[in-house]
């Protein structure tokens, strides 16, 4: 089947494009670099015409208040456009916990995207995941100097994309969950432990330091970022990725 494929270039949509492609389906990326422009809309109706599946993953290009205006109007167009095409299943990536931390901008934007498609009459699916593994490295550079790096111990359950990605394309092959499905990691951390294990595997011999002010997710109570019991786990460890990524 012809499945569309928003933000397929990227490092998640372009391994679901692939996936899709070798499982024998129609899997078209659309991204601005093919000629698809979200927020006008150029190009929606041409990239939509004959799918049955379109698969969310774009991203906003900021994480502050102004992504709430592009999940806004992306997901306006891209429903409108889906609705003429017939589109019959209508799917988002997006986060564990998300609706749980209306302190940060972001995570409010993904929320009100959801909230957009669930209510759009289309049938649909939300897939929410955990921190992704490749990601963390990041996420250490935003509190981090020579000698230190300053974490919250937030709780979390991070996975590799690929996982992401197999999540993804289970759902989109499949009859329209209208519910969303939660997929974590097998390994739970606090991201202050995170951080120990990420430098220990980089032979990085900086001190982690506990700082509930820190980065990001200094923002966010309790374990909302960690998936319920009702989730569905992937193989992959933590540890055994690092491996295999030097």
């Known amino acids: 089947m012809k499945i569309v494929v928003i933000g397929g270039t990227g490092l998640i949509g372009s391994q679901v494009v692939r996936e899709l492609s070798e499982a024998g389906h129609d899997a078209v990326p659309a991204a601005l670099s093919t000629g698809v422009d979200l927020i006008s809309g150029k190009g929606l109706d041409e990239v939509l015409s004959g799918a049955e599946v379109v698969v969310n993953v774009a991203n906003s290009p900021t ?3 102004a992504s709430l205006e592009f999940f806004r109007t992306s997901m306006g167009n891209l429903l409108a456009a889906g609705q003429r095409a017939g589109v019959g299943h209508q799917m988002v990536l997006s986060i ?19 909230e957009l498609l669930r209510d759009s009459g289309t049938p649909w699916s939300v897939v929410r995941a955990t921190q992704f593994f490749e990601f963390v490295d990041a996420i250490l550079s935003w509190t ?15 996975m590799a994309a690929a996982d992401v990605v ?4 289970d759902v989109a092959t499949g009859a329209p969950l209208n519910a969303v499905r939660n997929v974590g990691g097998p390994d739970a951390f606090t991201l202050d432990e995170l951080g120990r294990v990420t430098l220990a595997a980089r032979h990085d011999d900086r001190n982690v330091v506990v700082d509930d002010s820190a980065g990001m997710f200094a923002a966010v109570d309790g374990d909302v970022l960690v998936p319920g019991p009702d989730a569905r786990l992937a193989p992959t460890h933590y540890a055994d990725w690092l491996r295999s990524s030097r």
């Open 166 to 169: 197999a999540a993804v394309v």
């Open 96 to 114: 564990v916990g998300v609706d749980q931390v209306p302190q940060l901008d972001y995570y409010r934007a993904k929320t009100l995207q959801e």
């Open 63 to 65: 994480f502050d208040e």
């Open 144 to 158: 981090s100097d020579d000698s230190t790096v300053r974490l919250p111990a937030t709780p979390v359950q991070p």
